[in-house]
């Protein structure tokens, strides 16, 4: 009669070992086209090969925990005329938790044997899937996976403080009311930082925010809307630019205010920042010189930030203007009539607006106004 080669699969992940499990027919059987004769184990799963053809299993070459490898030959089937498939095998139980008897254990291959023993587990408390109720490498998989249950994320409460309480409850509520939109402009802070250089020698050197309030302060006198309030039947445009500074303080931000800030030169401006900064961090400020703010400047940047977009948060006003770090880079820049590339200080400006008070337009307007000013020869 012919003989056919039964043989093990010719793919095999590197680095993995394989071995006969079990034989699920023996010598004499008749076996059907692609029925499974032998399961096959590794480290990590258990498969079976098919018979290739039907007929009678005429002899095993490979014992039960031998290894093997790709493409060796495991079995050989007798086939031919007068030999028949077996009957189809009854539909496979679903599987339920079974007692084992020291039968049962014996059917077990070494990779299931070995992952029941690493974890400690009852064979007869999982439920088997394999054929014969046999319990395979991937039933105890899977029993493991559903005994881990959700992992747990480690975490404490901590109590909110009065004043994120309040910071909460003022973003919340600005973001409810105004329609928030940001545009961007980039500005170049060559001068701003040459006259900061020009200064030292002769009292105090104005802080980069300093600056940034006096261009605010140009920017605020173009577009007067960005310093005021909507109100439903009509815009309040504030006189005194009130130009309200984000501190970053211990458990939050506090909003110390420059009341009048149109008002003051660069130097004045500088001195009233840091003193109001100093007062801010040492928790000393006095109700007036944390109220009537109308306008609002964030430097995030002192922090690292690139870019950002603050909200608006107090007295709802219109905008509120956020500063980037200051950072050195490659700009193309037009000289003499000619373009070249040269290293500047620049630094991204945003403007957040009330949308029902500010449009695109004012937007940018304030923005090309408070950029031109940092840009321009810088005075007292």
């Known amino acids: 009669m012919p003989v056919i080669d039964v043989l093990m699969f010719a793919e095999q992940k590197e680095g ?54 790709p493409g060796e030959i495991l079995a050989r089937i007798e086939t031919g005329d007068g030999i028949s498939a077996p009957a189809p095998a009854a539909e496979k139980p679903t599987a339920t938790p079974r007692a084992e008897t020291a039968a049962d254990l014996s059917t077990l291959t070494p990779a299931v044997r070995r992952l029941l ?5 009852d064979p007869a ?18 029993f493991i996976e559903q005994q881990k249950g959700p992992a747990k994320i480690a975490s404490r409460m901590v109590p909110h403080t009065p004043m994120r309480r309040a910071i909460a409850s003022h973003m919340a509520r600005a973001m ?13 802070l060559t001068r701003v930082l040459a006259d900061r250089e020009a200064r030292k020698g002769s009292g105090e050197v104005p802080s980069i925010t300093s600056y940034l309030v006096r261009a605010a302060v140009a920017a605020l006198r173009a577009v007067p809307e960005a ?10 445009i504030f006189e005194d630019f009130n130009i ?4 970053a303080v211990e458990g939050g931000l506090m909003l110390p205010v420059i009341h009048r800030a149109q008002t003051l030169t660069l130097a004045q401006i500088a001195a009233r920042l840091r003193e109001l900064t100093e007062k801010a961090r040492a ?29 608006i948060i107090p ?18 820049i037009e000289e003499n009539g000619a373009e070249k590339m040269a290293v500047r200080p620049m630094m991204y400006v945003t403007l957040s607006i009330d949308h029902r008070v500010l449009d695109a337009q004012q937007t940018n307007a304030f923005l090309a106004c408070f950029v031109n000013a940092l840009q321009s020869e810088a005075g007292s």
């Open 176 to 188: 409810r009311e105004a329609p928030h939109v940001t545009s961007v402009f980039e500005a170049d």
């Open 244 to 247: 309200g500074i984000g501190t």
């Open 16 to 69: 993995t070992e394989s071995f006969v499990a079990t034989w699920l027919k023996h010598p004499g059987d008749a076996v059907g086209a692609y029925e499974p004769i032998v399961e096959i184990s590794t480290d990590k799963v258990s498969m079976e090969v098919p018979a290739p053809s039907a007929g009678v299993l005429a002899e095993i070459l490979k014992a039960e925990g031998e290894p093997v490898a």
């Open 283 to 311: 928790g000393n400020l006095s109700a007036e010189e944390v109220a009537g703010g109308t306008f609002t400047i964030s430097n995030h940047g002192v922090s690292g930030s690139l870019l950002a977009a603050p909200i």
């Open 117 to 121: 023993k690493e974890h400690n587990l």
């Open 125 to 142: 408390a999982i439920a088997a899937t394999g054929r014969g109720n046999r319990l395979t490498y991937q039933d105890v998989v899977d």
């Open 315 to 332: 007295n709802h006003q219109s905008a509120v203007l956020g500063a980037g770090k200051l950072q050195k880079r490659a700009m193309v």
């Open 227 to 236: 310093n005021a309030q909507w109100h439903d039947e009509a815009l309040e």
